[in-house]
């Protein structure tokens, strides 16, 4: 299937927490039957942000709601998590106050996460993740 950088800025935009065009073309460019593992790292807001949903709710409420579809669809598309957890400790370095949440999945190729992307119900509940989240930073990691 052929996915295009318009549609996936018109779902889900540009810009600060979101991949910029330039991070959106590469993920549609790349090698679509390369294997795919995506590190995403979380700050989560104390209160969700109550311009992106109606529910008034915390930020750790918001980011389960969004969980609550996301980790299925997740395994609907053939992807799978090597790890969902909260940061407990620091052991190298000194910011422990940085991120809440860790999530490694991966795909068995890129096409499945691009899938997930343009699946309806995930893109429903990803409005819950941006109102979740403060901050965040997700990687493509090729294995070495």
Not at 5 to 14: C, N, Q, R, S
Not at 56 to 73: D, I, L, N, Q
Not at 132 to 141: D, L, R
């Amino acid at each position: 299937m052929k996915y295009s950088i318009d549609t996936l800025i018109k779902l889900y935009g540009t810009g600060f927490n979101l991949p910029s065009r330039a991070q959106w073309q590469s993920l549609v460019e790349g090698d679509q039957d390369a294997p795919l593992t995506v590190v995403n790292f979380f700050k989560l807001r104390t209160g969700a942000d109550n311009k992106l949903i109606e529910e008034s709710m915390s930020g750790h409420e918001a980011f389960s709601k969004y969980a609550e579809t996301s980790v299925p669809k997740v395994a609907e598309v053939g992807g799978h998590f090597v790890l969902r957890g909260a940061v407990e400790a620091d052991f190298i370095g000194d910011n422990l106050e940085q991120w809440d949440i860790i999530a490694i999945g991966q795909y068995p190729r890129r096409e499945n996460f691009l899938q997930l992307l343009m699946d309806e119900d995930y893109h429903a509940a990803f409005k819950y993740r941006q109102a979740a989240v403060e901050t965040q930073h997700v990687y493509f990691i090729s294995a070495m």
